[in-house]
């Protein structure tokens, strides 16, 4: 490269994308250097300052300031976090009081217990950071928003979570006023649908609508799980693009500004409803800001989107790029849908528009290939029918979702409807359950892979070359691509 290359000028939007996945590693590398280093706040006036600096001038030769820019804000951000959970050291392996506000629906357990994730921590009049992972003996009064004051030997955490508490005794239950309307909005439909729908079809049905994953039979959670289906049930960027492309494509006819904002409220419901997680909080950002570049008649670029909404989601939850697998599957699954599979399209059948099947199929095997190697590091095993399980199930989805709504509203003043609506749901749902389950069944469903963290790096460094070749080969332009389109 000739010297005055290193003064020509880069797009802002590179720059960011840069700047972001620079933070979302000086994050992770906070956890593993010395605590307090970068906790000052000149570090993020200094990085903040780099950055910028870097995108006022834009030069080619200024890219290795972006780097350190983005390191520093994501060091700064990493040791503030970590330096707040040492107010957990001195109450490890000691019994006390807890008190905090249940984050999500309880869960069974493998053992009969419950599973509680516990926010806004509190001990006595001290308030701590992180979340707490506790196991309870039963929790059929508990729900998401209520206060519970439990007891219990804290233990370290593991993942996101700064302290666990194995069979914590709930000692009291308080329950706000009005309380968690958008949780009593989803009961209320819930039982509108189980009303009609006989089970485990209607536990199936809300999973794809609500992510309601807690109501399926601990027998179809292992079958699901086994076939490679779990995902399908569990609230996600997928089950929110469905009704964001159908609220865009309904109301566009009206006008542009009404489509953006019956599909931002719908961001924002679906979201009140199922819940802030790692993946949902990944799948509001992605979606609300290509809302907003589509209105105004722009797209972002993918990769630049990708890394942008994980440095904002870790810079508010530094622990997510610790640890959290929830939010680093929904970031592989991102990157195979917006970036895999349009050049797998683009390779075999060129510039051919894809038809709705066509496409969700090529979304669904390329977000496996993405996500397999953080499944097999972390969990030691693959499901060797999930490709094709996902072929067969997942482009049913939007209409099992559509008629489970349907359904729902309609049982309301309409019950006849609603029973006339429930024996195509049925068999379709029924017909998803077989599938799980006579896959699951199969001997060779679930085989035990030994990989490594070179390993996974290796795939991936692999995969990362056959996309550049495809990119090569078809020269596809990516800013053609929205997820709300």
Same mark, same amino acid.
């Given at each position: 490269?000739?010297?005055?290359?290193?003064?020509?000028?880069?797009?802002? !939007?590179?720059?960011?994308?840069?700047?972001? @996945?620079?933070?979302?590693?000086?994050?992770?590398?906070?956890?593993?250097?010395?605590?307090?280093?970068?906790?000052?706040?000149?570090?993020?006036?200094?990085?903040?300052?780099?950055?910028?600096?870097?995108?006022?001038?834009?030069?080619?030769?200024?890219?290795?300031?972006?780097?350190?820019?983005?390191?520093?804000?994501?060091?700064?951000?990493?040791?503030?976090?970590?330096?707040?959970?040492?107010?957990?050291?001195?109450?490890?392996?000691?019994?006390?009081?807890?008190?905090?506000?249940?984050?999500?629906?309880?869960?069974?357990?493998?053992?009969?217990?419950?599973?509680?994730?516990?926010?806004?921590?509190?001990? $006595?009049?001290?308030?701590?950071?992180?979340?707490?992972?506790?196991?309870?003996?039963?929790?059929?009064?508990?729900?998401?928003?209520? =206060?519970?004051?439990?007891?219990?030997?804290? =233990?370290?955490?593991?993942? /996101?979570?700064?302290?666990?508490?194995?069979?914590?005794?709930?000692?009291?239950?308080?329950?706000?006023?009005?309380?968690?309307?958008?949780?009593?909005?989803?009961?209320?439909?819930?039982?509108?649908?189980?009303?009609?729908?006989?089970?485990?079809?209607?536990?199936?049905?809300?999973?794809?609508?609500?992510?309601?994953?807690?109501?399926?039979?601990?027998?179809? =959670?292992?079958?699901?799980? /086994?076939?490679?289906?779990?995902?399908?049930?569990?609230?996600?960027?997928?089950?929110?693009?469905?009704?964001?492309?159908? !609220?865009?494509?309904? #109301?566009?006819?009206?006008?542009?500004?009404?489509?953006?904002?019956?599909?931002?409220?719908?961001?924002?419901?679906?979201?009140?409803?199922?819940?802030?997680?790692?993946?949902?909080?990944?799948?509001?950002?992605? /979606?609300?800001?290509?809302?907003?570049?589509?209105?105004?008649?722009?797209?972002?670029?993918?990769?630049?989107?990708?890394?942008?909404?994980?440095?904002?989601?870790?810079?508010?939850?530094?622990?997510?790029?610790?640890?959290?697998?929830?939010?680093?599957?929904?970031?592989?699954?991102? !990157?195979?849908?917006?970036?895999?599979?349009?050049? @797998?399209?683009?390779?075999?059948?060129?510039?051919?528009?894809?038809?709705?099947?066509?496409?969700?199929?090529?979304? /669904?095997?390329?977000?496996?290939?993405?996500?397999?190697?953080?499944?097999?590091?972390?969990?030691?095993?693959?499901?060797?029918?999930?490709?094709?399980?996902?072929?067969?199930?997942?482009?049913?989805?939007?209409?099992?979702?559509?008629?489970?709504?349907?359904?729902?509203? !309609?049982?309301?003043?309409?019950?006849?409807?609603?029973?006339?609506?429930?024996?195509?749901?049925?068999?379709?749902?029924?017909?998803?359950?077989?599938?799980?389950? $006579? #896959?699951?069944?199969?001997?060779?469903?679930?085989?035990?892979?030994?990989?490594?963290?070179?390993?996974?790096?290796?795939?991936?460094?692999?995969?990362? $070359?056959?996309?550049?070749?495809?990119?090569?080969?078809?020269?596809?332009?990516?800013?053609?691509?929205?997820?709300?389109?």
């Amino acid at each position: 490269m000739r010297w005055w290359h290193l003064k020509q000028n880069i797009h802002a !939007a590179w720059l960011i994308a840069i700047i972001s @996945i620079s933070c979302v590693v000086g994050i992770w590398c906070a956890s593993v250097i010395p605590q307090g280093w970068f906790a000052e706040l000149s570090w993020l006036l200094s990085g903040g300052m780099l950055g910028l600096s870097v995108l006022w001038w834009r030069y080619v030769w200024m890219v290795p300031l972006a780097v350190i820019g983005g390191m520093v804000i994501g060091l700064w951000r990493g040791s503030i976090d970590q330096t707040e959970l040492h107010a957990y050291d001195e109450l490890y392996g000691t019994t006390i009081e807890l008190r905090g506000v249940v984050d999500d629906d309880p869960a069974p357990g493998k053992t009969g217990e419950y599973v509680v994730r516990m926010g806004r921590v509190s001990y $006595g009049l001290v308030q701590l950071p992180g979340t707490v992972w506790l196991t309870v003996p039963h929790a059929s009064d508990l729900q998401r928003s209520d =206060q519970v004051t439990v007891q219990g030997k804290l =233990q370290k955490g593991f993942g /996101t979570f700064a302290g666990t508490m194995y069979r914590a005794d709930i000692r009291q239950v308080d329950r706000p006023q009005p309380g968690d309307v958008a949780l009593q909005v989803r009961n209320w439909f819930s039982n509108q649908v189980k009303h009609v729908l006989p089970s485990p079809e209607s536990a199936l049905g809300l999973g794809f609508l609500l992510g309601q994953r807690e109501q399926l039979p601990s027998d179809l =959670q292992d079958a699901l799980r /086994t076939a490679g289906l779990m995902h399908i049930v569990v609230a996600s960027g997928y089950n929110l693009t469905i009704l964001v492309r159908l !609220a865009r494509r309904l #109301f566009i006819r009206i006008s542009r500004f009404s489509a953006l904002a019956v599909a931002g409220g719908m961001v924002l419901g679906f979201l009140a409803i199922t819940g802030l997680s790692p993946s949902m909080s990944r799948a509001a950002l992605v /979606t609300g800001l290509s809302l907003l570049a589509w209105y105004y008649g722009r797209r972002f670029h993918p990769i630049v989107l990708l890394t942008l909404a994980a440095a904002i989601t870790t810079l508010i939850h530094p622990s997510y790029a610790w640890g959290d697998i929830g939010w680093q599957l929904s970031f592989a699954a991102f !990157a195979g849908v917006m970036l895999l599979a349009p050049l @797998i399209q683009a390779y075999f059948f060129g510039t051919k528009k894809s038809g709705v099947v066509r496409q969700i199929i090529g979304e /669904t095997i390329a977000a496996q290939l993405t996500t397999m190697p953080i499944i097999i590091l972390t969990f030691g095993q693959i499901s060797t029918v999930a490709i094709l399980t996902n072929i067969l199930v997942v482009p049913l989805i939007p209409l099992a979702m559509l008629l489970t709504f349907m359904i729902g509203i !309609a049982n309301v003043g309409l019950p006849w409807f609603a029973s006339l609506l429930a024996i195509p749901t049925v068999w379709l749902l029924g017909y998803m359950i077989h599938v799980a389950i $006579g #896959f699951a069944q199969q001997p060779w469903a679930l085989v035990e892979v030994h990989f490594g963290v070179l390993s996974l790096i290796t795939y991936y460094l692999v995969l990362l $070359g056959v996309g550049y070749y495809l990119w090569r080969r078809t020269r596809y332009n990516f800013r053609r691509s929205s997820i709300v389109e």
